[in-house]
């Protein structure tokens, strides 16, 4: 089979190189498809070799064709081989393999580096440090490299040019990555650092971050601490109103109190054994009920019961500070010992001997002894303190 002509164009007999190459040989076999550089070079490569293979075209012929049907980015890489390179079949394939492979894995880090951003948990040293691999990936050593065989230069010409063409690849790399750092910033952080002076570094850009997340810190510190002095005044506020109320109503409670208490312990006895929660806690939790309970069993007004029940539950679930919690149980107490029998002082000396009794039966946990003592004496403190207020 005769070999395709080349018309005075360049251009293969019955094709036009410039159009979308779907066109066939005056012997009817096709022509290969254009290649950019975006695709498999290798897929491209059996198709070319199935065609040149129905055409009769020896290596050498390969070598003159191939680069007539390369574009872009290919053939670019192309004119950057060496001559001798192009003339041999193997070695240009090799060449065209290697490099554009490497072509395809810059294409893919600077993908990755335009849609990184900082995830959530992520430290701004880490981000900065994966931005900075991709840069390197994106624009590795010798991307902004000039052929500079066809100037006559000598040999100390030719290295300023290639020092100063490394040192512009490494101010590109600074500035885009520090470019795509404050760009792919967490929202609480990038909505700040927009406003500072753009970083010509990207340790410039990691030091502002760090400055506008130590600030966030700052906030919410102080933020948390407002909250806080918010809920002991609320508490305070509470307790002012138990000694305010008056229980003059009362209010038919069919079970005897002294079976509610030990139906309490036993209850939460029970639960302590199964859900293993603290000892120190449940006594808490013990002390308030049967301090509510006390109070229903003896006629209290409800709306003292039900600000009772708050107030305990606000120490206990805030864990507002210890000083709060036996300024409650004292309130409490000495509003409760206001409105029952002296008789009745005697289911508070019951309630503290079965506290004693837990407190025997589960002994603190290793390192929160100190923790275990306070709670032991929050509600003996709480009930001579309201006993000490009649």
């Given at each position: 089979?005769?070999?395709?002509?080349l018309?005075?164009g360049g251009?293969y007999?019955g094709?036009?190189l410039?159009?979308?190459?779907?066109?066939?040989?005056?012997?009817g076999l096709?022509?290969?498809?254009?290649?950019?550089?975006?695709e498999d070079?290798?897929?491209y490569?059996?198709?070319?070799?199935?065609?040149?293979?129905?055409?009769n075209?020896?290596?050498p012929r390969?070598a003159?064709?191939?680069?007539?049907y390369l574009?872009g980015a290919?053939?670019?890489i192309?004119?950057?081989i060496?001559?001798?390179?192009?003339?041999?079949?193997?070695?240009?394939?090799e060449?065209l393999?290697?490099?554009?492979?490497?072509?395809?894995?810059?294409?893919?880090?600077r993908?990755?580096?335009?849609e990184r951003k900082?995830?959530v948990?992520?430290?701004i040293?880490?981000?900065?440090?994966?931005?900075?691999?991709?840069?390197?990936?994106a624009?590795?050593?010798?991307?902004?490299?000039?052929?500079l065989s066809f100037?006559k230069?000598?040999?100390?010409q030719k290295?300023?040019?290639?020092?100063?063409n490394?040192k512009?690849?490494?101010r590109?790399?600074?500035?885009?990555?520090a470019?795509?750092?404050?760009?792919?910033?967490?929202?609480?952080?990038r909505?700040?650092?927009?406003?500072m002076?753009?970083?010509?570094?990207?340790?410039?850009a990691?030091?502002?971050a760090?400055?506008?997340e130590?600030?966030?810190g700052?906030?919410?510190?102080?933020?948390r601490?407002r909250?806080?002095?918010i809920?002991?005044k609320e508490?305070?506020?509470e307790i002012?109103?138990?000694?305010e109320i008056?229980?003059?109503e009362?209010?038919?409670w069919v079970m005897?109190?002294?079976?509610?208490?030990f139906?309490?312990?036993?209850?939460m006895n029970?639960i302590?054994?199964m859900?293993?929660i603290?000892?120190?806690t449940?006594?808490v939790?013990i002390m308030?009920?049967?301090?509510?309970?006390?109070m229903?069993?003896?006629?209290?007004?409800?709306?003292?019961?039900?600000?009772g029940e708050m107030t305990m539950i606000n120490v206990?679930m805030m864990?507002?500070?210890?000083?709060i919690m036996?300024?409650?149980?004292?309130?409490?107490?000495?509003?409760?010992?206001?409105?029952i029998?002296?008789?009745?002082l005697l289911t508070?000396?019951?309630?503290i001997?079965?506290?004693?009794?837990?407190?025997l039966?589960?002994?603190?946990?290793?390192?929160?002894?100190?923790?275990?003592?306070?709670?032991?004496?929050?509600?003996?403190w709480?009930?001579?303190?309201g006993?000490?207020?009649?």
């Amino acid at each position: 089979m005769k070999d395709v002509k080349l018309e005075p164009g360049g251009k293969y007999e019955g094709e036009n190189l410039e159009g979308n190459n779907n066109s066939m040989g005056s012997s009817g076999l096709p022509y290969p498809r254009f290649y950019n550089g975006t695709e498999d070079f290798t897929a491209y490569l059996k198709n070319f070799n199935r065609i040149a293979t129905a055409h009769n075209w020896t290596p050498p012929r390969c070598a003159q064709i191939l680069p007539l049907y390369l574009r872009g980015a290919a053939l670019a890489i192309y004119e950057s081989i060496p001559r001798e390179e192009k003339s041999n079949w193997r070695s240009l394939l090799e060449g065209l393999v290697k490099r554009l492979k490497k072509t395809s894995n810059k294409e893919t880090a600077r993908l990755k580096l335009v849609e990184r951003k900082q995830e959530v948990g992520e430290s701004i040293d880490e981000f900065s440090r994966d931005l900075k691999d991709l840069a390197e990936a994106a624009y590795p050593g010798g991307s902004f490299e000039m052929d500079l065989s066809f100037l006559k230069l000598s040999d100390e010409q030719k290295t300023g040019l290639k020092n100063e063409n490394e040192k512009m690849a490494k101010r590109f790399r600074e500035e885009i990555c520090a470019e795509r750092f404050k760009a792919g910033l967490l929202p609480e952080i990038r909505e700040k650092v927009i406003f500072m002076k753009s970083p010509s570094t990207l340790a410039e850009a990691v030091g502002q971050a760090k400055k506008v997340e130590e600030l966030n810190g700052t906030i919410k510190v102080d933020a948390r601490k407002r909250w806080d002095e918010i809920e002991v005044k609320e508490a305070l506020a509470e307790i002012n109103q138990v000694w305010e109320i008056n229980g003059d109503e009362n209010e038919n409670w069919v079970m005897n109190k002294l079976n509610r208490i030990f139906a309490l312990i036993m209850g939460m006895n029970i639960i302590m054994t199964m859900t293993q929660i603290p000892a120190h806690t449940i006594v808490v939790k013990i002390m308030t009920m049967t301090n509510i309970i006390m109070m229903k069993a003896n006629g209290c007004h409800r709306e003292i019961v039900k600000l009772g029940e708050m107030t305990m539950i606000n120490v206990m679930m805030m864990k507002i500070s210890r000083g709060i919690m036996i300024i409650k149980c004292g309130a409490l107490m000495k509003q409760i010992l206001t409105n029952i029998e002296k008789k009745n002082l005697l289911t508070g000396l019951i309630f503290i001997f079965c506290t004693i009794i837990i407190f025997l039966q589960y002994p603190p946990p290793s390192g929160e002894e100190e923790e275990w003592i306070l709670a032991f004496i929050y509600p003996i403190w709480g009930y001579l303190s309201g006993l000490t207020l009649c």
